[in-house]
């Protein structure tokens, strides 16, 4: 008997341990828990010098193209993340490309290589940049107001915003490849 109740106290541990574990994760999935990963920065902004010396990427494990592409999409949302800092575009697309710079250097990748004979960006690496760049999607969204001047007269709607947000990433790696092609 008294084996019985061993048995069944071990095993009602169990059941408490293990609905404390769900109800753990419930928690965790159902509160609004918001993580923000960022880049070092100093009084005078980004800290290129520590990015390039501490943000390094597992690309003898996932490959070239993919650390290409982490890194390019990471330039895609600094891009989004500096116009709503307020700074006009070309001051944005400067910084934006120091810090990309900075993670090419620092991972020892060549941009060189996201680029197909044509000059076009190769199509697998375009569509990871793309996936990634939309990881900072409301970024994005926030900043296409102060990127897109419309006509006089055209109002920037929630269906227009939708489709220029829908856009962006296209529109930035359309900039490589203009810059690649001599436009």
């Known amino acids: 008997m008294k084996e ?11 059941g408490i341990s293990i609905l404390n574990k769900i109800i753990a994760i419930i928690f965790v999935l159902i509160l609004p828990i918001h993580a923000y990963a960022g880049f070092p920065e100093g009084e005078n902004g980004y800290e290129l010098r520590k990015i390039e010396e501490s943000f390094k990427l597992p690309c003898s494990e996932i490959g070239n193209d993919q650390c290409l592409a982490r890194v390019i999409s990471m330039g895609g949302c600094i891009y989004s993340f500096e116009i709503n800092k307020g700074k006009e575009n070309e001051a944005a697309l400067r910084k934006s490309d120091e810090v990309l710079s900075a993670l ?30 939309n990881f900072c999607r409301q970024a994005i969204k926030e900043a296409i107001p102060n990127l897109v001047k419309l006509p006089e007269g055209m109002e920037m709607t929630e269906e227009r915003l939708e489709i220029l947000t829908d856009t962006y990433p296209q529109y930035y790696l359309n900039m490589f490849e203009k810059i690649r092609k001599g436009n």
């Open 104 to 133: 090419l250097d620092g991972n020892n990748l060549d941009i060189n290589n996201i680029f197909a004979i044509d000059g076009s960006i190769k199509s697998e690496i375009r569509i990871e940049i793309i996936n990634r760049i």
């Open 4 to 14: 019985a109740l061993d048995s069944l106290n071990k095993y009602e541990f169990l």
